[in-house]
């Protein structure tokens, strides 16, 4: 018996019926992410089944039968690319993961799922990290998100076969982006990703890229490099809610950083940091209460401006 077949079997005789949980897809520049639910028979093993990025395409190829014909109940969950660039990458794979729950026509006991946790899915769950090299029925569900997607990208590549999707399946190779620099993007293209963020002014192709005037965004674009030097990463820009809009949501060690950035090319500071007043500071600290609740995030955070000017980004504290 293998190592992930008996670490099933603990959580079974635990919990009862255990369902494997994994997504493929979160680090394209095109296409859809793909999570998958599986139940697989208390008696299937198999010793070549383990995390599907240790396997080759061949390999999970042969796997993603052996697994469907063996399994209780198989389920997918999809995010196409504009959700994603509407929403940003928490709120899609919380989603994918609640319509791969949903669609699951068996009940399970406990989902067993990769990864960090994931707030706001409503099933009980585990969350594992490496889970899809320690669970079998991890494995399971990782090897057919994965071979979906490829399908898809695969599919994709006869619409638009100047992209190389057969090759790359919608990451940004160095050929893919080639492409993009000559011909632009397709509407798989996750236009919220770099460097199609960087190439146009906003998540919509038919809007004027980047080299056309807009100092608000080239700030913010400033401003999120600035802190990405200080060992900060973004979590999230533009960020939308009920409450208004958070510029730049940023992540470093254990914090979040909420961030309003303004801008000036006149010296004029003072002027720049006057128009962050009560009624926006209270838009901007409902706007992170609303993202604190849609992710789960429970952890320490700070609220501040960056004041982007000819010299340099400048932080300052918001009370």
């Known amino acids: 018996m293998s190592e992930l077949y008996l670490f099933d079997q603990r959580y079974r005789s635990e919990y009862g019926v255990i369902a494997g949980l994994d997504e493929a897809g979160r680090g394209p520049l095109a296409g859809p992410l793909v999570a998958c639910a599986v139940i697989l028979s208390p008696d299937f093993d198999n010793d070549i089944l383990t995390d599907s990025k240790k396997l080759t395409d061949k390999s999970r190829r042969r796997l993603k039968p052996a697994i469907e014909d063996s399994a209780e109940a198989v389920s997918l969950g999809i995010v196409t690319s504009s959700e994603i660039d509407r929403n940003r990458m928490t709120w899609a794979v919380r989603t994918s993961f609640r319509r791969a729950m949903t669609a699951l026509h068996r009940v399970a006991d406990v989902f067993l799922i990769d990864g960090n946790s994931v707030a706001g899915l409503d099933a009980p ?54 492409v993009l620099k ?62 208004g809009e958070i510029d730049l949501i940023l992540e470093n060690g254990d914090t979040v950083l909420f961030v309003e950035v303004k801008s000036t090319l006149t010296g004029g500071e003072k002027q720049a940091l006057q128009r962050i007043d009560e009624k926006k500071l209270t838009r901007l600290r409902n706007a992170a209460a609303e993202w604190m609740t849609e992710t789960g995030y429970q952890g320490d955070c700070t609220l501040e401006a960056a004041l982007v000017t000819p010299d340099g980004t400048f932080r300052i504290p918001l009370r």
């Open 125 to 178: 769950s585990r969350f594992l990290v490496k889970g899809d090299s320690k669970s079998l029925s991890i494995a399971a569900a990782s090897v057919i998100a994965k071979v979906t997607r490829d399908d898809i990208m695969l599919k994709a590549h006869e619409e638009f076969p100047e992209y190389g999707f057969d090759r790359h399946k919608g990451y940004g190779t160095a050929a893919h982006i080639d």
């Open 182 to 243: 000559r011909t632009g993007p397709c509407p798989l293209h996750r236009m919220s990703f770099a460097p199609l963020s960087n190439m146009y002014q906003t998540g919509q192709m038919s809007l004027f890229p980047l080299d056309a005037p807009n100092p608000g965004r080239a700030a913010e674009i400033k401003a999120a490099r600035h802190y990405e030097n200080l060992g900060f990463r973004v979590l999230e820009r533009n960020w939308r809610s009920s409450s």
